[in-house]
């Protein structure tokens, strides 16, 4: 019986209050985990990433293991962004390495575009000469690689052996809020419209 009493003790008080202090204190984090668990990512501006060093395989397989962590091969829209990627990729010594983007003309033969979004390349750094569909290859995927300590990219055919990088974009309203919450009193900031308000007041 006393056991039992302070197990709903526990339940009732503790757990609440447990859960309550966690969502309030890194919620943001613990999303994140539940998306995309146990991968070690880099962040920069609302995406995260992951570098795919662990096998090298197709376009296929990279997107296939990106979307069965919750990612997505990765997109490139910026200067900022390739210069970002390029500086982790370097800083890792991977510098020879070619890695997978979701950057492909497969589904109409001839426009880029990233099937992670399917929005057509705003931006590109193709290497000098490229995208050239190379003789005989068959050349609809895009790859990424060093090259001046920095990002170039290149059509190759889609069954090539490469690693890859998967990203996952949060959600704008849900960045605001975070980078709101990190930089005001927790207090002040007020949720949006239909979301259930959790915070312990102080
Ligand atoms: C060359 C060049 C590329 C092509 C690859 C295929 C090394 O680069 O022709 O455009 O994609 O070969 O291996
Ligand atoms: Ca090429």
Same mark, same amino acid.
């Given at each position: 019986m006393f056991g039992?009493? +302070?197990?709903?003790?526990?339940?009732?008080?503790?757990?609440?209050?447990?859960?309550?202090?966690?969502?309030?204190?890194?919620?943001?984090?613990?999303?994140?985990? !539940?998306?995309? $668990?146990?991968?070690?990512?880099?962040?920069f501006d609302h995406k995260s990433y992951y570098l795919g060093?662990?096998?090298?395989?197709?376009?296929?397989?990279?997107? %296939?293991?990106?979307?069965?962590h919750g990612m997505q091969l990765l997109s490139i829209t910026s200067a900022e962004e390739n210069d970002f990627l390029g500086q982790n990729v370097i800083k890792m010594g991977l510098s020879t390495e070619r890695f997978w983007t979701s950057g492909s003309r497969l589904p109409d033969g001839k426009t880029w575009v990233?099937?992670?979004?399917?929005?057509?390349?705003?931006?590109?750094?193709?290497? $000098?000469?490229? $995208?050239?569909?190379?003789?005989?290859?068959? !050349?609809?995927?895009v790859e990424t690689k060093i090259n001046?300590?920095?990002?170039?990219?290149?059509? +190759?055919n889609c069954t090539r052996q490469l690693y890859f990088i998967?990203?996952?974009?949060?959600?704008t309203d849900c960045y605001k809020l975070l980078e709101k919450i990190n930089?005001?009193?927790v207090s002040d900031v007020n949720l949006p419209a239909g979301l259930i308000d +959790?915070?312990? %007041?102080?």
């Open positions: 039992l009493r +302070v197990l709903s003790v526990f339940s009732v008080i503790l757990v609440p209050i447990i859960l309550t202090a966690k969502i309030e204190t890194d919620w943001f984090e613990t999303l994140k985990g !539940e998306r995309a $668990p146990r991968l070690p990512l880099l962040e060093i662990i096998f090298k395989g197709s376009y296929f397989q990279a997107e %296939q293991f990106c979307r069965y990233w099937m992670s979004t399917g929005r057509p390349f705003s931006f590109n750094n193709w290497f $000098p000469g490229e $995208p050239n569909n190379a003789k005989e290859y068959n !050349e609809q995927c001046k300590d920095e990002l170039k990219w290149n059509d +190759v998967c990203e996952i974009s949060w959600p930089s005001t009193q +959790v915070r312990i %007041q102080p």
